[in-house]
């Protein structure tokens, strides 16, 4: 693992604890400390670089969790090494070095990259693809999204409402709908009085795809009140809505009340191990499984649009290449 910080030493306990056929045996990290640490509590080996990691002969594949603007020299790495890596979200912030992702991978011909969306795997989505999959409802039509955190960490800067919080539904809803979208726009509502002035916060990132379905995304990074994740399909024939993530309801004096989850881990921990898992028994098999270098160049060109939308007024273009053979 490349990065063990608060995600990545949350997948070593996954890892660890419930997921099947895989170990963690050696880390590194910027931060030389965190990285002897962990190795030392996990019974692993620290590195002093992640080239050194990943030459590991022991290693079979490679997790990378570090910040997402400097994933791409250790992608190209393992893809020069021949080994699998799932890289957390984003696989790069900016279209042009997925580019070079995608470039470096179809060179080597063989799909090694695995990008960590996350939401493809819960449950509650899945669901939702399958009964917009069934065509009992026609055909989509709108999609209304909330991502809505608590608050964000100081070095949060105006960009990553779209390239770090967004780019989940983005994601999410190119696999949800089965198509790419082509425009994007920002509309800002008023900002919140609370913390961070430099952000605008909330936001709403409206993006239309190929067919004309209209999927708009509120970004609220600073609600104070908890981690509040929320998708309505409209269709031709009905709605299918993401129901409130709780195992118990509490009734009371008060009221009718259920507790609201504070993190991302907390909400899709089962998504994260299923994720993980079927990475991990996947590469074990030999095989690709999970979203793709392509997914992660679409997602960012996307972001692109939706960055470039925050500062200028309109509808903005999404531009892509033509979908390689290699990815098809």
């Given amino acids: 693992m490349i990065g063990p910080g608060a995600m990545g030493q949350a997948h070593i306990e996954r890892i660890h604890s419930v997921i099947a056929g895989g170990r963690v045996v050696a ?34 594949a ?14 190209l790495t393992c893809i020069d090494a021949g080994k699998p890596v799932f890289c957390e979200k984003p696989l790069t912030p900016t279209a042009d070095a997925s580019l070079r992702i995608m470039s470096a991978e179809q060179s080597g011909g063989r799909q090694l990259v695995t990008v960590g969306f996350m939401r493809r795997f819960d449950a509650s989505y899945r669901q939702m693809k399958s009964i917009l999959d069934s065509g009992e409802l026609g055909e989509a039509l709108m999609v209304h999204c909330a991502h809505r955190n608590p608050t964000v960490p100081d070095f949060y800067t105006w960009d990553m409402a779209i390239n770090d919080t967004a780019i989940h539904e983005i994601d999410t809803m190119r696999w949800l709908l089965g198509e790419e979208f ?59 809505s993401l129901a409130d993530q709780n195992v118990l309801t509490r009734r009371d004096a008060v009221g009718r009340s259920n507790r609201i989850t504070m993190n991302h881990n907390e909400r899709f921990w089962g998504a994260f191990v299923t994720e993980v898992q079927e990475w991990i028994s996947g590469v ?34 999404v531009t892509m290449i033509p979908r390689p053979a290699f990815y098809a």
């Fill in 182 to 240: 082509v425009r994007a726009r920002v509309d800002t509502p008023k900002k919140t009085s609370l913390r961070f002035e430099h952000l605008q916060d909330p936001l709403v990132l409206i993006l239309e795809t190929e067919s004309g379905v209209r999927v708009d995304v509120e970004v609220f990074v600073n609600c104070q009140y908890g981690y509040d994740i929320r998708c309505e399909l409209v269709a031709e024939k009905g709605t299918v």
């Fill in 27 to 60: 880390v590194s990290d910027v931060n030389q400390a965190n990285a002897q640490r962990v190795a030392q509590r996990i019974g692993s080996t620290a590195y002093g670089s992640a080239a050194e990691l990943i030459a590991d002969p022991r290693v079979d």
């Fill in 284 to 317: 074990s098999r030999g095989e690709h499984t999970g979203s793709s270098a392509w997914d992660g160049y679409a997602a960012a060109c996307v972001c692109d649009a939706g960055v470039k939308a925050l500062t200028d007024d309109g509808v903005l273009p």
């Fill in 62 to 75: 490679v997790m990378i969790c570090s910040h997402g603007p400097v994933h791409e020299p250790d992608v």
